[in-house]
């Protein structure tokens, strides 16, 4: 009986040590429930020999977790893409001969709502406001999610561990930043774990639709004052939203400027490091159809002109985006963005000049990584090596750039414009 008992654990996960797994893809596993704390999850498990993509998720509290995957398998080549929570993109095409395997090491936030934070009287227990469309959202709930998808996937461990060392980079702002959770929308926020390694993650609080003065008043930023330890970042993107504001006193140089200025107050005190990203173009080219005209008004110079006085670096993937528009052109650069035909993504044809697709996002990733660099931040030193510099006057083909649909499909315009 106790042989018989040995057997039997050495068959499960271990479970110790502050939620620790290590699971043996190659046999048989669940689907996932509360009671085992991991499993296949979302699609259920993945028939033999199927490419849809799969899921499988893991039970474990608030925090970050390396998360080791080794791609391959002894029956076949594979080709795998790997995603995290609601498409957060981690690694892709990772091309493994028949036999052959491939162990890559990944930092993922895992994050709910609930949050204490620390008052003149004491802790307080917090929840941040989620909107509606956001409570079925795999990055606000209890468990750490894993897509796995491709042309040809295949995975044979996944182990995964807290993690208390990793540089913490949090997210803030709207429809442009977030993790968008279905096809055929994307934001860079979700594409630019992909090219950081393991000792840098990406902890993205961003939502459709909101300002900056929404994202405070919903307990976004007191949920990343909870988390932030001394020397991570927060990385800002506001202005879409907010300049269509109308409140007495709304504007540029009111409202706006004086929401970023808490964000940089109270970011620096938790000593924090604060960068401002200033808010990509919308697609919307004058009557020559050569040049991007700008829908933003004065709010990248106001963004400016806090970052002067307060000492923020600034990433202007404004004129970044307006080069890569106007690069691509006024028909191609429907591309980057989700325009689809009927039938493609629901039955409506979508024409959507501000919204990005996975391309889109991918390279507007890019940007953003560009401008760290030009700022010589210290979190470039933490890309992986496959990193290649990208200018927007010359992106990538979108003709070969490649996607693998997840299993969530939803057309709706995400809030915001």
Known sequence: MKKLLLSLMSMLPLLAFGQTFDIDMSKSQPVYSDATGYGYDITGVPKKGSKSPYYFSF???????????TFGTKKRSSNTTLRAECRRLLAEN??????????MDFVVNKRSPKFVMMTKDGEKEMRVSLKEREKGYLHWDDKLTLEVTGESP???????????????????????VVYQPNEPYASWGQMIPRWFDSSVCISNHAESGLTARTFINGHRLDKILSMIRPGDYVICEFGHNDEKEKYDGDGAWYHYVY???????????????IIFCTPTQRRRFDDSK?????????????????????????????????????TLGYDNSTK???????????????ADNTHFNPFGAYEVSKMVVMGMKKLNLPLVDHLRGDWVDFSPSAPDDYTTFKWYDSATVDATKPDGN
């Open 59 to 69: 039970k474990v509290p608030d925090g970050n977790y390396k998360v080791s995957v």
């Open 336 to 350: 980057a963005l989700v325009f689809y035909p009927a039938g493609k993504y629901g039955e409506r044809e979508l």
């Open 154 to 176: 295949a995975i044979t461990s996944i182990k995964v561990t807290p993690d208390t060392t990793a540089t913490t980079v949090f997210l803030c702002g709207n429809s442009t």
């Open 94 to 103: 990772v091309v493994t001969a028949k036999g052959k395997t491939k162990t």
């Open 259 to 273: 929401q970023l200025k808490i964000f940089v107050d109270k970011v620096k005190k938790a000593g924090g490091n």
């Open 290 to 326: 050569t040049t991007i005209v700008n829908t933003h008004g004065e709010f990248p110079a106001a963004m400016k002109s806090v970052a002067e006085r307060e000492g923020v670096p600034v990433i202007d993937i404004n004129g970044m985006t307006k080069t890569f528009f106007e």
